[in-house]
């Protein structure tokens, strides 16, 4: 909630009393109260438009009459509203009638047929024989892109693509052209739609005007089957609707009901387009032994055969900790706790992680500190009620499109106020009165958001007694900041005085504050100080400062989060418990053993370097691509190379799959059941909506089977009874699992242990000769590195990887759009297609990752940080 | 769509005359706030500076006031006094209001087309004149009406209009 809170109205409809928030709309206030009114243009998540004029009410106010449209009427105190009285239904009934002149009927081949509200309306109102004569509009369809089909026969006006377009998605695609009688939806001079192709007004379109065409199937979506699901992509955690039909999934959509999921109905290009994969032709649908080079076909008992007596003989040979395991962030919580049940209690082997642990361990540690300084951070439904969002180093419409989307509807319905602070001049079109844009320079994310603690504590913006006295080490901390003068953090950051302190005026001010950090965060050499900086500025406001402040540790991809809550980390145990004597006896015991004893090396910290070393013998990777996503190629591929024996578990060949010695077929999350945990800690069920392809399995059944087969079987069987393990050893996930909610799970315990995070001081990057350019990646818009480069839709609209170069730049080295340019590391050169435009900072280059055809990861070569490059216009 | 900002066009081609971007920055830079409230006012005085809606000023307007290309030409394409085509140099405007279609503008419409193969909104291939309509000029006694650029021309002949046309060729 906000922190300025709404009155609460009193009033009546239908003679029955209700509440609801002042100056929400009746018709909001009626279907949240259980009543339903005639209407097609309203949205709750959009501003009011009044354009069809179907939802006319009477309201009685201090006893004076008034017929109004209920969209756009605010609910005041002690008014009485009537829906449906004989006057309200003739002129409901006349507006609906006349859209039903030029509205086609075609409804047997219409995608909204069955969910449609003019369906709705009009048998609501029973009107079957209308009064005036039909006269349709005969337009083709436009298909001038190759997602989104407009089909404007269908159209009624109502507005909603176009403003979903603008208010929540900042885009402004689409808008009316020759307004009047020819009026119709559609881009700038009839040009192919350019967008970010989020889909949302497919989503809001009430009669079908605008049409999915990944879709496989035309018409009557109600008859589909539809599976309720949790997106597969990124970690913001949208609950998407799975659509098939004869066992094909033939699309994805959002559903807007109230309440369900976090994500309002929203969904981004990658969740509502790319669903290529789930049954695409290349998936892998049998497991493949790699004999003298070549893969060959094995069946699922010789495979799971093999790798026991494998795993088991390096255990014997090199002991437990000779064997590792690098599980997905894109697994289920149910599978990511077996993982770890395996190799800790069936090999005795500490030795599981994950990609993010190996690269960023300290971003557990961050979000442990958090809750040792009493920072819970609210459910991210919530995000739209916040008075300041701190967008700090992500390009929220690249990273988490769907976050973007609350944070504007805050925008509009709360006055949310913005502060973007991110290295690159990403674009971020909101509505926002008070929007700060901190271009900063890159790799000083440590010194500003420090300079923005020593602006608060200097004009003393909280306050200070307040923090003093609620975290012990806060005179330590404060000395630590000395070194930001005005003009020390004016140097380093390359902003000015004015718009820092507007900032930390901004975030410091009486507020609900939502901290959104983008994995951006991770590129940077001091990457831990950085996020530690962030964290002492939240602790500052939280505990100086009046309001909240949520702050949520950088995630990457579906389930990023639940892989640590499930312990597939050598740090620590299931549910963040260290690993000692007590909390292994505890977890012995829910597992039916004796005793758990685990190896005491420490591998998998740095598991690569491990494999090289020869102290890794054997490792299991599931569902991973290290050599593609992990931000050092060239050690993981001298690692795969070196490491004896290799078990790939995963639904694509890949370059990492290749390099296997026995691959398993996985399912995709359309295939199998369980939960995922978001970024924001909401555990969402994902379900089955789909069989299989070929005989690929779910990593629950295979590692079920591997601990049978290594002879130390599982004591739970089914996925209800592992839930059940998990909601035992992990309390905090006590209750998660039952019902359609998305509830977020709670610390046991916060604010045990306040602190100030000191760390190292901040060190400016250092220049490399002849390499005078930093190199930026992070996730595309359309691509996120797991599978999306599967999904055809996806491929056609993002088009080919390309160099993103500042004018600056590209004028000093003659460079335009569209030529090809080398991009050059001491490790690594390829070739791209320049864009060349004013979102990069001078100095850098920016390359989306996650394109096969051309891994950015190739060219770091053991440093950290940005990486040196050079660029020069290629021949 | 990546996030890049609204292009600004990277380069002109050598052989075009370059873009002259002073007089839509001079525009802009005039404005109380950089607010789209300001569209329409500011379109009439880009199209009074250019006589026309240039592509590559429009392109500056978006990026300086935010406004997508889709609402840009939405609002344009909802006023026919914006033009995002350059018109001839001396704009027709023919009366069709109730007199002056009585008293025959028909007849200089097609006319004009007969001539110089024009119709409503085009322009013709020297570029000289563009036709237009309009709904009254509020002084039907003068019907039919026709106005040449500025130049007014009440109870006109309908068959003369080739010769009063006529005379503005010869001034080229």
């Known amino acids: 909630m906000s922190i300025v809170a709404k009155k609460i109205c009193n009033f009546k409809i239908n003679d029955q009393e209700v509440t609801a928030p002042e100056g929400m709309p009746i018709l909001d206030a009626a279907q949240r109260n259980g009543f339903s009114i005639t209407n097609l243009c309203f949205n709750r998540k959009l501003k009011p438009f009044a354009a069809c004029r179907t939802c006319m009410v009477e309201v009685k106010d201090d006893g004076k009459k008034e017929l109004v449209y209920s969209c756009t009427h605010p609910v005041s105190e002690g008014i009485e509203v009537q829906i449906n009285t004989q006057e309200t239904d003739r002129y409901n009934n006349a507006c609906l009638e006349l859209l039903l002149v030029e509205h086609p009927l075609d409804c047997p081949i219409c995608d909204k047929s069955g969910i449609c509200p003019l369906q709705d309306n009009t048998e609501a109102m029973g009107i079957y024989d209308g009064r005036f004569e039909i006269k349709r509009r005969n337009e083709p369809s436009i298909k001038t892109n190759p997602i989104i089909e407009f089909y404007l026969n269908r159209c009624i006006m109502c507005g909603m693509c176009v403003r979903v377009c603008d208010e929540t998605q900042g885009v402004q695609a689409l808008d009316f052209h020759r307004r009047g009688y020819g009026v119709v939806i559609g881009t700038a001079n009839e040009e192919p739609l350019d967008c970010e192709f989020c889909g949302q007004c497919i989503t809001v379109c009430p009669t079908g005007a605008l049409n999915d065409l990944t879709s496989q199937a035309r018409g009557l979506a109600a008859l589909f089957k539809n599976t309720y699901s949790t997106c597969n992509y990124c970690s913001w955690g949208c609950t998407v609707k799975l659509e098939t039909k004869s066992g094909q999934l033939i699309r994805i959509e959002a559903d807007e009901t109230l309440g369900l999921g976090i994500n309002d109905g929203n969904l981004c290009a990658k969740g509502r387009f790319g669903h290529g994969f789930v049954q695409s032709e290349k998936r892998l649908k049998v497991p493949m032994a790699n004999v003298g080079g070549s893969f060959q076909e094995i069946t699922w008992s010789e495979a799971i055969q093999t790798i026991a007596e494998r795993l088991q003989s390096t255990v014997n040979r090199n002991g437990p900790a000779g064997v590792a395991g690098i599980a997905s962030e894109k697994m289920t919580n149910e599978e990511a706790y077996l993982f770890q049940k395996l190799f800790r209690k069936s090999l005795g082997s500490n030795q599981v992680t994950n990609l993010q642990n190996i690269r960023a361990p300290y971003v557990n540690e961050f979000m442990q500190k958090c809750f040792d300084n009493g920072i819970e951070s609210k459910p991210v439904t919530e995000l739209e009620n916040s008075d300041v969002v701190l967008i700090f180093n992500s390009d929220l419409p690249s990273e988490y499109p769907v976050g973007g989307n609350s944070v504007r509807k805050g925008v509009i319905f709360t006055g949310t106020d913005i502060i973007l602070a991110n290295p690159r001049k990403v674009i971020f079109k909101s509505e926002a009165q008070n929007q700060i844009e901190l271009t900063f320079s890159v790799g000083s994310d440590m010194a500003l958001a420090n300079s923005l603690s020593k602006i608060i504590i200097d004009k003393k913006l909280v306050d200070l007694n307040k923090a003093q006295k609620a975290v012990p080490n806060y005179g330590d901390w404060v000395k630590s900041l000395d070194s930001y003068s005005s003009d020390q953090a004016q140097r380093l950051t390359g902003l000015s005085d004015d718009q820092l302190t507007k900032a930390a005026e901004c975030f410091a001010k009486p507020a609900d504050r939502y901290v959104l950090v983008g994995n951006d965060i991770l590129e940077n050499a001091q990457g831990e100080s950085a996020l530690n900086a962030l964290l002492n500025l939240c602790i500052l406001v939280h505990s100086g400062g009046e309001g909240s402040v949520s702050v949520y540790p950088p995630r990457e991809h579906c389930n990023s989060q639940g892989v640590n809550d499930m312990g597939v980390t050598p740090q620590y145990l299931p549910g963040y418990k260290k690993i000692d004597k007590n909390s292994s006896a505890a977890l012995a015991k829910a597992w039916g053993i004796e005793k758990l004893d685990l190896d005491q090396a420490n591998h998998a910290e740095s598991l690569f370097e491990n494999c090289i070393s020869g102290d890794i013998k054997a490792l299991f990777i599931s569902g991973e691509d290290p050599l593609t996503s992990y931000y050092k190629g060239s050690l993981v591929k001298d690692a795969l190379k070196t490491v004896p024996f290799l078990i790939v578990q995963d639904s694509f060949m890949s370059p990492t799959a290749e390099m296997a010695d026995i691959i398993l077929p996985s399912c995709s999350f359309a295939e199998k059941d369980g939960t995922f945990t978001n970024m924001t800690r909401h555990i969402q069920p994902i379900r089955e909506a789909v069989l299989p392809e070929g005989s690929a399995r779910p990593e629950f059944d295979v590692l079920q089977e591997l601990a049978e087969a290594l002879g130390k079987p599982f004591n739970a069987g089914s996925i209800e009874e592992v839930q059940k393990e998990i909601e035992d050893v992990v309390p905090e996930y006590k209750g998660a699992f039952k019902g359609k909610g998305s509830p977020q799970w709670k610390p046991s315990q916060t604010g045990s242990n306040p602190g100030f995070a000191i760390s190292e001081d901040y060190k400016e990057p250092k220049e490399q000769k002849g390499f005078p350019f930093r190199l930026i990646t992070n996730n595309h818009m359309f691509h996120i590195g797991n599978y999306t480069q599967h999904c055809d839709a996806l491929n056609t609209v993002s088009g080919e990887q390309s160099v993103q170069i500042n004018r600056k730049d590209a004028q000093t080295q003659k460079i335009a759009t569209g030529d090809k340019v080398k991009v050059e590391s001491k490790n690594h050169s390829t070739v791209l297609t320049a864009e060349v435009n004013g979102v990069s900072a001078p100095g850098t280059v920016y390359i989306a990752k996650n394109w096969v055809e051309h891994s950015i990861n190739l060219f770091r070569n053991g440093e950290e940080g940005y990486v040196p490059v050079k660029i020069s216009k290629a021949e | ?172």
């Open chain 2, 1 to 172: 769509m990546t996030t890049t900002e609204t292009e600004v066009k990277e380069e002109t081609p050598p052989e075009e005359e370059e873009f002259d971007y002073s007089k839509v920055e001079e525009i802009i830079d005039s404005l109380p706030q950089k607010s789209r409230r300001h569209l329409i006012p500011v379109l009439q005085r880009i199209q009074g500076a250019y006589r026309f809606l240039p592509e590559e000023a429009l392109e500056v307007l978006m990026e300086e006031l935010r406004i997508s290309r889709a609402e840009i030409y939405g609002v344009i394409s909802f006023y026919p006094g914006l033009m995002i085509t350059e018109p001839g140099k001396y704009i027709l405007k023919v009366c069709i209001g109730t007199a002056c279609f009585v008293k025959g503008c028909e007849i200089i419409c097609n006319k004009v087309n007969e001539k110089y193969h024009i119709k409503v909104g085009e322009t013709d291939e020297n570029k000289l004149f563009t036709l237009q309509t309009a709904s009254c000029m509020g002084n039907c006694g003068a019907a039919p009406i026709l106005v040449v650029g500025d130049d007014f021309y009440g109870n006109l002949d309908p068959e003369e209009t080739l010769s009063t046309l006529g005379s503005y060729e010869d001034k080229e």
